[in-house]
């Protein structure tokens, strides 16, 4: 799975879960750059001295963020995976749970709407 996407997801969750202390973006921001690691966090901290324009809204931050740090390939890779997705011995609850997660990552759900 994606890295970016699953730590989107345990953010976002985390978000909802406190919704009374992020119901402004500036702290969304500081609390998901206070959780960055690595180069992702020399980036946001670079940006946060440069004040750049990203930071002006949290839609901008988050999509400057995806491009930096997603993988773009991410739903054609997911694409291939499923057909290549095989129960072979393991349970039909952890193949259906394989199967659903590359579904989303996908897109295909998208494109049926």
Not at 89 to 107: K, M
């Amino acid at each position: 799975m994606d890295n970016f996407k699953a730590f989107m997801s345990s953010i976002q969750l985390y978000f909802w879960a406190k919704s009374d202390v992020f119901s402004y973006y500036s702290n969304k921001k500081i609390f998901l750059g206070a959780h960055l690691l690595d180069s992702a966090s020399i980036w946001f901290t670079s940006i946060v001295e440069n004040n750049d324009p990203c930071l002006e809204k949290y839609e901008s931050f988050i999509l400057q963020f995806r491009s930096n740090f997603s993988d773009p390939n991410i739903s054609t890779n997911a694409r291939g995976m499923i057909r290549k997705c095989r129960q072979d011995s393991r349970s039909v609850s952890a193949y259906a749970t394989e199967f659903i997660i590359l579904g989303r990552n996908s897109g295909i759900d998208q494109l049926i709407y």
